[in-house]
Every structure is written in structure tokens, then in C-alpha cells.
């Protein structure tokens, strides 16, 4: 079993930023890969970027050059930054570990 805990979410301008946090618990061992998806209103759940335990990294090619994933193994937390954040991110924004999600931090871009 392996718990998720998202933070960070909020609401923010356009053009703003905010940091999501990940926090990961008890099988944390058997992690090689975690990573960030969103679910907007009305919209399926899509990948945001992924990170594994040796550092390799995937995004989504609308958050390219905006977003960044990191990831601190000593704490088993994942971050998400995000900059110049747009009204179209808008989002639930989860964090997923093998089978496991969290459950959900809500991001707002508004004016």
C-alpha cells in the first residue's frame, strides 16, 4: 500500500505560479515512478509529467517550458512547479504512484 498526499493547490492569476507538493508513504520502496496528471472540468484525466527515481522526465506538451517536476527520494515527496499559469490549467491536479493516486489538489487560474 502506498499513501499520496497533494498540497500547493489554490488560486492564482494568469500569469502566476504555484508548487505542488507530493508526499509518498508506506511501500515507498517499491516506487520507481511517480507523477502528476490533471482532470479539468468536463475533460478526461491527462498526464502531466512523470519523474523517475533516477531523475528521467516526461511532460505533457502543453506544460513544456512552464511546469517543472522534481522529486527529493530522502523525503519521497514529488513537486510539481508551475509558472505563467494560464486560465486552461484549471484543474484537479493528482498525484499517481504505481496504482495509487492521491486525492487531489484543486488549482484555480483566474483573474
Known amino acids: 500500500q502506498v499513501q499520496l498526499v497533494e498540497s500547493g493547490g489554490g488560486l492564482v492569476q494568469p500569469g502566476g505560479s504555484l508548487r505542488l507538493s507530493c508526499a509518498a508513504s508506506?511501500?515507498?520502496?517499491?516506487?520507481?515512478?511517480m507523477g502528476w496528471y490533471r482532470q479539468a472540468p468536463g475533460k478526461e484525466r491527462e498526464l502531466v509529467a512523470t519523474?523517475?527515481?533516477?531523475?528521467?522526465?516526461n511532460y505533457a506538451d502543453s506544460v513544456k517550458g512552464r511546469f517543472t517536476i522534481s522529486r527529493d527520494n530522502a523525503k519521497n515527496t514529488v513537486y510539481l512547479q508551475m509558472n505563467s499559469l494560464q486560465p486552461e490549467d484549471t484543474a484537479i491536479y493528482y498525484c499517481?504512484?504505481?496504482?495509487?493516486w492521491g486525492k487531489g489538489t484543486l488549482v484555480t487560474v483566474s483573474s
Open positions: 519523474i523517475t527515481r533516477g531523475g528521467s522526465i
Open positions: 508506506g511501500s515507498i520502496f517499491s516506487i520507481v515512478a
Open positions: 499517481k504512484a504505481l496504482v495509487y
